[in-house]
């Protein structure tokens, strides 16, 4: 008992401590773990900002969902739960209409600085962007690897192989795969791995890093490299009133920050798609490549799907078109992006 009472009057000396006046604190709530690769792009980017502050700014990281919810984390932060966050605006189910569906506009688009610039050419033609991220500061978008089709039981060879096949798709990939005979349904990419081992569904649309971040090479077989095309969207986000509440040298800190953050994102998912790759190998998963005639159709019914969506935008009062337009005049033959088509 002795040495107990000392030590708590040192804690408790510890935490009556004025905090550091020089020092702000910025809390940022994620709801992955510190060892995801998001996690380690996010950690980069803590890095830099503590750097290039001086130590003024420092960031309270909060892991793994514990403040932050999936499907709500925009309006939290809006109403200041964290000050920084990972937000989904696609997953979200109301409020962010365009952001959700404009990921579909990216056919041709490969690399994903490509896909982060092509977001930015559609937030400057179209400004309903801007509104349904009002309340809040963006301080990264983020693009990602490409998805093929991965099945359990049965390989997919070719387009028509998809024929009766129950896969799990984002919503703008529902209607294209019905039309190619796909059964697809939507959940939870958490809820893949065990609805494939209970033979509920036949496969997923994902990319190849999956194999190891979701187990999937435990329970799949086969990966159909079809190129689906993939979208940017903002991820990381500061509530405006918090922003708002920084001096401007930090918020030029911030400022700055983006392009480091972006850049930790694309270097992480390359890596992933590395270590899925070679888990894919150790399972002995059996790759098939798209044929070209293939890829070019599967391409040319997601433009199609994609203009309708963007043109049903219109009954809430969206003028989608303008952002299709303006994202299809900006992507190159080459899949490269200057706005417009400079």
């Known amino acids: 008992m002795r040495f107990i009472l000392p030590l708590l009057l040192l804690l408790l000396a510890a935490c009556a401590r004025p905090a550091d006046p020089n020092v702000t604190v910025i809390t940022y709530a994620t709801q992955y773990a510190p060892s995801h690769p998001f996690s380690r792009a996010d950690i980069a ?13 420092r960031i309270r990281p909060i892991w793994s969902g514990t403040l932050l919810s999936s499907d709500m984390s925009m309006e939290e932060l809006r109403h200041g739960v964290a000050d920084v966050g990972l937000i989904t605006p696609i997953y979200v189910r109301g409020g962010s209409h365009l952001i959700r569906i404009q990921s579909g506009f990216y056919s041709g688009v490969r690399e994903i600085e490509s896909q982060v610039a092509l977001y ?8 309903e962007l801007g509104r349904e991220l009002d309340g809040l500061q963006v301080l990264a978008v983020q693009g990602g690897l490409l998805p093929g089709i991965i ?3 049965r390989p997919v060879r070719s387009l028509a192989d998809l ?9 703008e990939l529902m209607t294209l795969l019905r039309e190619l005979g796909a059964d697809p349904v939507n959940m939870p990419m958490g809820e893949v791995y065990q609805a494939m081992a209970k033979r509920i569904i036949d496969g997923v649309v994902a990319p190849p890093d999956t194999f ?5 090479a435990e329970v799949a077989h086969y990966f159909y490299t079809l190129s689906v095309p993939r979208g940017a969207y903002p991820a990381r986000a500061m509530g405006a009133r918090r922003w708002n509440s920084l ?3 930090q918020q030029r800190v911030l400022a700055e920050s983006i392009p480091v953050w972006e850049a930790a994102l694309a270097r992480e998912n390359r890596a992933a798609l590395e270590r899925g790759l070679a888990e894919a190998r150790a399972h002995g998963v059996a790759f098939t490549d798209a044929s070209p005639a293939d890829q070019s159709r599967f391409e040319a019914l997601y433009l199609h799907d994609a203009e309708v969506n963007a043109g049903a935008m219109a009954q809430m009062g969206i003028d989608g078109l ?4 303006a994202a299809r005049r900006s992507v190159r033959p080459d899949g490269s992006v200057a706005c417009g088509g400079q």
């Not at 980017?45 to 700014?57: A, D, I, K, Y």
């Not at 303008?322 to 337009?325: H, P």
């Open 163 to 171: 024929r009766g096949l129950r896969i799990r798709a984002p919503t």
């Open 247 to 249: 001096t401007p040298d």
């Open 151 to 153: 099945t359990r039981d």
């Open 45 to 57: 980017w803590m890095r830099f900002v503590e750097q290039r502050s001086g130590g003024t700014l």
């Open 212 to 216: 190891r971040a979701l187990h999937f």
């Open 322 to 325: 303008t952002a299709f337009q």
């Open 120 to 127: 930015r050419c559609i937030a400057a033609a179209d400004p």
